[in-house]
């Protein structure tokens, strides 16, 4: 089974600010099998990366991804306050298909 | 517009079942692989299972192999999943999940609201 650990736990940034959040893999993914989530509150999730770099539809630019082999980083420029959400990663590359733990991303 | 309704969530007592329901439209259900996930309460998220587009093959997590079992009925557009040997842990929403692709390895791009399920005497 593949792990995933994300980091830091909780990220508390200003509005306009960057977040960099990581996901590390091991063993070591595809880049093809990568893929990032955002979940708010009581809502459930939505795709956002999708092959480590890939924008799902409707994603803002402001939101990038890359990495390759077991780290990858999933990075959000000129953070807004709707930005304030649970990141998680996801490998396909393997059943089972799991997920990280989660970032927290608080604005402050 | 993909939407993915779950029913059949609720209280049931450890070692019991439960099956739940994910009715889909909006797309040509037989055609993707669909998924089952799940969030414990105040947890993250836990990939639980996923079935082929032509409902032929299946994958489970370990922590579920053997006592939940997923299906789908493309002439109906419904994916289920049969619960049994129910234990607390197995508390959560559970999610029906549309993969982005007919083929194993894709993203979940459309996600449905949920279902409860609370496993407790």
């Known amino acids: 089974e593949i792990v995933l650990t994300q980091s830091p736990g909780t990220l508390s940034l200003s509005p306009g600010e960057r977040a960099t959040l990581s996901c590390r893999a091991g063993?070591?993914?595809?880049?093809?099998?990568l893929a990032w989530y955002q979940q708010k509150p009581g809502q459930a999730p939505r795709l956002l990366i999708y092959?480590?770099?890939s924008r799902a539809t409707g994603i803002p630019d402001r939101f990038s991804g890359s990495g390759s082999g077991t780290d990858f980083t999933l990075t959000i420029n000129r953070l807004e306050p709707e930005d304030s959400a649970v990141y998680y990663c996801?490998?396909?590359?393997?059943?089972?298909?799991?997920f990280g733990p989660g970032t927290k991303v608080e604005i402050k | 517009e993909v939407q993915l309704l779950e029913s059949g969530g609720g209280l049931v007592q450890p070692g019991g079942s439960l099956r739940l329901s994910c009715a889909a439209s909006?797309?040509?259900?037989?055609?993707?692989?669909m998924t089952w996930a799940r969030q414990a309460p105040g947890k993250g998220l836990e990939w639980v299972s996923a079935i082929s587009a032509g409902g032929d093959s299946t994958y489970y997590a370990g922590s579920v192999k053997g006592r939940l079992t997923i299906s789908r009925d493309n002439s109906k557009n419904t994916l289920s999943l049969q619960m049994n040997s129910l234990r607390a842990e197995d508390t959560a929403v559970y999610y029906c999940a549309k993969g982005r692709g007919s083929g194993w390895y894709v993203p979940i791009d459309n996600w449905g609201q949920g279902t409860l399920v609370t496993v407790s005497s």
């Open positions: 063993p070591s993914i595809s880049i093809s099998y």
């Open positions: 092959g480590t770099s």
């Open positions: 909006g797309f040509t259900f037989s055609s993707y692989v």
């Open positions: 996801q490998q396909y590359n393997s059943s089972p298909f799991t």
